[in-house]
């Protein structure tokens, strides 16, 4: 069946402007987790959407971040004012609320921001 | 302290040799230990993963061994070969789900 996808799959922007990154997470996983990963290093946790229950926001960096899950299926990250450390691979991935907790990554969007 | 380190940050085996990739965690609450391996341009896949109720859990030839005492666990490649070349990041979490606490990464070579 079809994975964990994101989109766009590559992203240049200017210092200063607002990107959105999207994810498609697989069909029936109604938990969602963003993470970044900057050249390098390891995953950073950013925000998890756990079904109709509040997200856990504690790893948003600053207030320019943002995200949204709508319908309990798509969701989209937001960056506003975009930084030059901003810069990383944002990865995308869902599981399931119960039973298996398997977290499966989508390929990523890398953002670049000059 | 939800840290996670892992070492090496890079290993060079050679075919058919064994890859031993080592993590620490500070926080006992955590009780899902999963390991992860990256392709370039690829998302992360996990490998295999334990449960502190054991102390050793094989697939294949991947082994993670678990010390809850020393607050360490690592992963064993076995028979390595080229295919395993790849980046390896272990993780800390909770049975019941949420986020995980990724270590740094282990860039592993295998040369032929």
């Known amino acids: 069946g079809a994975g964990v996808s994101q989109s766009p799959s590559n992203k240049v922007t200017e210092k200063g402007k607002d990107v959105e990154l999207r994810c498609d997470p697989i069909?029936?996983?109604?938990?969602l987790y963003w993470y970044r990963q900057s050249l390098g290093q390891g995953l950073e946790f950013l925000i998890y959407f756990q079904g109709n229950s509040a997200p856990d926001k504690s790893g948003l960096p600053s207030d320019r971040f943002s995200a949204e899950r709508t319908g309990g299926s798509v969701s989209t990250l937001t960056i506003q004012r975009t930084q030059q450390e901003d810069s990383a691979v944002y990865l995308c991935?869902?599981?399931?609320?119960?039973?298996?907790?398997?977290?499966?990554f989508g390929p990523g969007t890398r953002l670049t921001v000059t | 302290q939800q840290q996670v380190k892992q070492s090496p940050q890079s290993l060079i085996v050679q075919k058919g040799g064994i890859s031993i990739i080592n993590c620490a965690y500070e926080n006992t609450a955590f009780d899902y230990f999963p390991w992860y391996q990256q392709f370039p341009g690829k998302g992360p896949a996990l490998l295999i993963a334990i449960r502190p109720d054991v102390s050793e859990k094989k697939e294949g030839r991947f082994t993670i061994s678990f010390n809850k005492s020393a607050k360490q666990f690592s992963l064993h490649i076995m028979d390595s070969q080229p295919g395993d070349s790849a980046t390896y990041f272990c993780?800390?979490?909770?049975?019941?789900?949420?986020?995980?606490?990724f270590g740094q990464g282990t860039e592993l070579s295998v040369k032929p």
């Open positions: 991935a869902s599981s399931f609320l119960s039973g298996s907790y398997e977290q499966y």
């Open positions: 069909s029936g996983h109604t938990a």
């Open positions: 993780a800390a979490g909770w049975d019941q789900g949420g986020k995980l606490i």
